[in-house]
C-alpha cells in the first residue's frame, strides 16, 4: 500500500472556536506573516506551522523567510 503526502483539509469554518482557534488551520510562513504580533515568537505555532515556516527559502536581500515582502 503506497503512501501520499497529500494532505486535504477543508478551507471553511463553520463556527469560530476561540479567538486565536483558526491560526492553527494557516499555513504557518502565512500565519506568521498575518499573526506576528500575536503569536509572539514562532515557538507559539504548532510543530506542522513551524516546519512549514522554515521549509520556505531565505530571502538574500534581508536574510529572512520574507516571501518577497522584505523592502529591500
Not at 10 to 32: C, F, K, T
Not at 47 to 63: F, G, N, T
Amino acid at each position: 500500500m503506497m503512501k501520499s503526502n497529500v494532505n486535504l483539509v477543508p478551507n471553511v469554518m463553520i463556527e469560530q472556536l476561540s479567538r486565536m482557534a483558526e491560526v492553527q488551520y494557516i499555513p504557518g510562513d502565512l500565519a506568521w506573516q498575518i499573526y506576528r504580533d500575536r503569536l509572539g515568537r514562532v515557538d507559539q505555532m504548532t510543530e506542522r506551522q513551524q516546519q512549514e515556516y522554515r521549509q520556505y527559502l531565505v530571502c538574500l536581500l534581508c536574510k529572512k523567510p520574507c516571501a518577497g515582502t522584505c523592502q529591500r
